[in-house]
């Protein structure tokens, strides 16, 4: 139940072209869904966060779309671009805890 | 600005010996906590606490000491190192409980040999 099941493992995309990379969890008591993004030889920095009260958030080019009923959340980064292959996570916490349970991580390259 | 400062970045042990991996923060931070990232299994927590005096263990702590004496230092100490403890190490901060942005160090990448 404390896990956060991250799919795809890695994904090639064009520049251009809108990068989707999805995560399930189990814990409905989680309430608060961060990604975070790493590159190489770097430690991972927050990117874009979302609670469960809201359907989406977009930031730029980044938008989270979370499914409470389905206990799903994606990422999606539109108009993707070169600068934006790194690692990403997702991770899910519970209010009021330190505990960040992240997922397995997702390795993208953006084609220029 | 600092952030959250890991030493050293690369460190090669043998098996048994013991070391201590650094990491401090200079935005008075209660809350701080050490991950390992491996391959294919994401950042896994190993030990974290709440603030000077109080730490607890996480998913993974097995092999593993920390101590917390000061608000910006969070030593993680390895006393007899095993090949299973090559990863790369990541302390993060945060100024309050969870739902909210943690700042990770650069990470340190430990090969146990």
């Known amino acids: 139940q404390q896990q956060v099941k991250q799919s795809p493992q890695s994904l090639i995309v064009q520049k251009g072209g809108i990068s989707i990379i999805n995560c399930a969890y189990e814990?409905?008591?989680?309430?608060?869904f961060p990604w975070y993004q790493q590159f190489p030889g770097k430690g991972p920095a927050l990117l874009i966060a979302i609670r469960p009260d809201v359907s989406e958030k977009k930031e730029g080019r980044f938008t989270i779309s979370f499914n409470k009923s389905a206990k799903q959340f994606s990422l999606h980064i539109m108009d993707s671009q070169p600068g934006d292959s790194a690692t990403y996570f997702c991770?899910?916490?519970?209010?009021?805890?330190?505990?960040?349970?992240f997922g397995t991580g997702t390795r993208l390259k953006v084609l220029a | 600005n600092a952030g959250v400062t890991q030493t050293p970045k690369f460190q090669v042990l043998k098996t048994g010996q013991s070391m201590t991996l650094q990491c401090a923060q200079d935005m008075n931070h209660e809350y701080m906590s050490w991950y390992r990232q491996d391959p294919g299994m994401g950042l896994r927590l190993i030990h974290y606490s709440v603030g000077a005096g109080i730490t607890d263990q996480g998913e993974v702590p097995n092999g593993y000491n920390v101590s917390r004496s000061t608000t910006e230092d969070f030593p993680l100490r390895l006393l007899s190192a095993a090949p299973s403890q090559t990863s790369v190490y990541f302390c993060a901060s945060s100024s309050s409980p969870a739902n909210t942005e943690a700042f990770f160090g650069q990470g340190t990448r430990l090969t146990v040999v």
């Open positions: 814990n409905t008591a989680f309430d608060y």
């Open positions: 991770a899910a916490s519970f209010s009021g805890t330190y505990k960040y349970i």
